[in-house]
C-alpha cells in the first residue's frame, strides 16, 4: 500500500503486473485446467477489470521518446487480460474493462451476460491493479490520498490509501457453493470524479442488484461498502445505503485492509463477500470496518462491523463499487 506525503511517496519497486497476476491465479490453476478439459480452452473467457496505464518507468521512456522492443504493448490497458489469458493457455475471448474503480465488478456483470448468451461455458473473471508514480500523481493532484491509513466513514478521515492487487474467480452455469444471483449498474453522469451528492446512482445501483437476484433489502445479510474515506463518496455511499435499507445492515469497507486497490476493487472485495459465505467460516464472521471508531455527526448512521462480530444469518452479501464518472455497480452473491 501507499500513503503519505505526496512529496515523500514511496513505490513498492519489487511489485509488478506480473507477480501480482500469477499468485492470484495460482488459487484457481486447477479450477481452470478442469474446466478446459470440459470445455475447451477456446470457451472460457478472460475477462479483466483495470486501471492499469503501465509501468513506473512510462513517464521517463516516453520523456526520452525511446521506443524497446515490445514495451508499449506492455504498457496497454489490455496488457492484463493479455497476459491472464497466455498464462492460463486460454484461447476464448479476452476482454478488458475499464470503469475506473468499478472496473473488476464491471468485468463481473460482463460475465453474466457472456454465459447467458451463451458466448462462452465459463469465464476466468477478476481485477489486477499497481501503484505506479502516473496513479499516484493523479489521486495526489486530486488532493484525495490520507498521510495515513485510510479511515472510511470517520470524522477524522483524510481520504484514500493506494493498495496493489489482484483478484480472481473462475464463473460457469454450473452449480457451486457461492453464486452471483444478482447485478447492478447505473451511470451519474454527474462529474468527472464526484459522485452525486444525493447518492441516487448508487441507489439504483443497489436496488437493481436486488431485484436481478429475485430479493429484499431484508434478505442481505451483508453490505461491503465501497467506502474509500473520501469526504464526497463516504457521505453519498451513507446516504444510499441508509435509503436503500433502512432497516439497517451490517456494512464494512475492507479498504482498512487492503487500500484501495482500484480497477481490481470490485474482485477483491467480491473475494471477501465469497469468504464470509464460505463453508469453513463456520461461526459466520463478518468482514470487519478498521477505522478509529469516531462516526461522522453529519453522515447517517450504518451499522458498522466491529472486529469479531458474528452474524446470526450469513446466506446473501451485497458488494458495492462506485466509480469516477459516476459508473456504479453492486453485486448480489449467496450461499447455495
Same mark, same amino acid.
Not at 512510462?58 to 490497458?77: M, N, P, R, Y
Not at 486497490?261 to 461461526?283: D, H, K, P, R
Given at each position: 500500500?501507499?500513503?503519505?506525503?505526496r512529496s515523500? /511517496?514511496? &513505490?513498492n519497486?519489487?511489485?509488478?503486473?506480473?507477480?501480482?497476476a500469477?499468485?492470484?491465479l495460482d488459487a484457481?490453476v486447477?479450477?481452470v485446467?478442469?474446466?478446459?478439459g470440459?470445455?475447451?480452452?477456446?470457451?472460457?473467457?478472460?475477462?479483466?477489470g483495470?486501471? %492499469?496505464?503501465?509501468? #513506473?518507468?512510462?513517464?521517463e521512456?516516453?520523456h526520452?521518446?525511446s521506443?524497446?522492443? =515490445?514495451?508499449?504493448?506492455?504498457?496497454t490497458?489490455? %496488457?492484463p487480460?493479455?497476459?491472464?489469458?497466455?498464462?492460463?493457455?486460454?484461447?476464448?475471448i @479476452?476482454?478488458t474493462?475499464s470503469?475506473?474503480c468499478?472496473?473488476?465488478? *464491471?468485468?463481473?456483470v460482463? /460475465?453474466k451476460?457472456?454465459?447467458? #448468451?451463451?458466448e462462452?461455458?465459463?469465464?476466468? @473473471?477478476?481485477?489486477?491493479?499497481?501503484?505506479?508514480?502516473?496513479?499516484?500523481?493523479g489521486f495526489?493532484?486530486?488532493?484525495?490520498?490520507?498521510p495515513e491509513?485510510?479511515?472510511p466513514?470517520s470524522? #477524522?478521515r483524510k =481520504?484514500?490509501?493506494?493498495?496493489?492487487g489482484?483478484?480472481?474467480?473462475?464463473i460457469?452455469?454450473?452449480d457451486?457453493? @457461492?453464486?452471483i *444471483?444478482?447485478t447492478?449498474?447505473?451511470?451519474d453522469?454527474n462529474?468527472?470524479?464526484?459522485? !452525486?451528492?444525493?447518492?441516487?446512482g448508487?441507489?439504483?445501483?443497489m436496488r437493481?442488484a436486488?431485484?436481478?437476484a429475485?430479493?429484499?433489502?431484508?434478505?442481505?445479510? &451483508? @453490505?461491503?461498502?465501497?467506502?474509500? $474515506?473520501?469526504?464526497?463518496?463516504?457521505?453519498?455511499?451513507?446516504?444510499?445505503?441508509? +435509503?436503500?435499507f433502512?432497516?439497517?445492515v451490517?456494512?464494512?469497507? *475492507?479498504? $482498512?485492509f +487492503? $487500500?484501495?486497490?482500484?480497477g481490481?476493487?470490485g474482485a477483491?472485495e467480491l473475494a471477501?463477500?465469497?469468504?464470509?459465505?464460505?463453508?469453513?467460516?463456520?461461526?459466520?464472521?463478518?468482514?470487519?470496518?478498521i477505522?478509529?471508531?469516531?462516526?461522522?455527526?453529519?453522515?447517517? /448512521?450504518?451499522?458498522?462491523?466491529?472486529v469479531? !462480530?458474528?452474524?446470526?444469518?450469513?446466506?446473501?452479501c451485497l458488494?458495492n463499487s462506485?466509480?469516477? $464518472? =459516476?459508473? #456504479?455497480v453492486s453485486?448480489?452473491?449467496e450461499k447455495?
Amino acid at each position: 500500500m501507499l500513503s503519505g506525503d505526496r512529496s515523500k /511517496a514511496v &513505490y513498492n519497486t519489487n511489485s509488478n503486473i506480473e507477480s501480482i497476476a500469477g499468485k492470484a491465479l495460482d488459487a484457481i490453476v486447477p479450477s481452470v485446467e478442469n474446466a478446459k478439459g470440459k470445455f475447451g480452452k477456446n470457451r472460457i473467457a478472460v475477462l479483466v477489470g483495470t486501471c %492499469y496505464n503501465g509501468s #513506473n518507468e512510462l513517464i521517463e521512456i516516453l520523456h526520452s521518446a525511446s521506443k524497446k522492443d =515490445g514495451f508499449f504493448a506492455s504498457q496497454t490497458v489490455s %496488457y492484463p487480460a493479455r497476459l491472464v489469458a497466455k498464462r492460463l493457455g486460454l484461447d476464448g475471448i @479476452v476482454r478488458t474493462y475499464s470503469t475506473a474503480c468499478a472496473s473488476s465488478a *464491471t468485468a463481473m456483470v460482463a /460475465a453474466k451476460n457472456l454465459l447467458r #448468451n451463451g458466448e462462452c461455458d465459463a469465464a476466468v @473473471v477478476g481485477g489486477i491493479d499497481i501503484i505506479t508514480r502516473t496513479i499516484s500523481l493523479g489521486f495526489s493532484a486530486l488532493e484525495a490520498v490520507s498521510p495515513e491509513p485510510c479511515i472510511p466513514f470517520s470524522a #477524522n478521515r483524510k =481520504g484514500i490509501t493506494l493498495g496493489e492487487g489482484a483478484a480472481f474467480f473462475l464463473i460457469s452455469r454450473e452449480d457451486a457453493s @457461492v453464486k452471483i *444471483t444478482g447485478t447492478g449498474e447505473s451511470a451519474d453522469a454527474n462529474h468527472i470524479t464526484a459522485p !452525486r451528492e444525493d447518492g441516487l446512482g448508487a441507489i439504483k445501483a443497489m436496488r437493481a442488484a436486488l431485484n436481478s437476484a429475485g430479493c429484499n433489502a431484508e434478505d442481505i445479510d &451483508y @453490505v461491503n461498502l465501497h467506502g474509500t $474515506g473520501t469526504a464526497l463518496n463516504d457521505s453519498m455511499e451513507s446516504i444510499a445505503v441508509q +435509503t436503500v435499507f433502512p432497516g439497517g445492515v451490517p456494512v464494512s469497507s *475492507t479498504k $482498512g485492509f +487492503t $487500500g484501495h486497490t482500484l480497477g481490481a476493487a470490485g474482485a477483491v472485495e467480491l473475494a471477501f463477500c465469497c469468504m464470509a459465505l464460505s463453508s469453513q467460516n463456520t461461526e459466520n464472521f463478518l468482514p470487519p470496518h478498521i477505522w478509529d471508531g469516531v462516526p461522522d455527526p453529519g453522515l447517517p /448512521a450504518l451499522d458498522f462491523v466491529e472486529v469479531g !462480530r458474528k452474524a446470526k444469518k450469513l446466506k446473501r452479501c451485497l458488494s458495492n463499487s462506485f466509480a469516477f $464518472g =459516476g459508473c #456504479n455497480v453492486s453485486l448480489v452473491v449467496e450461499k447455495s
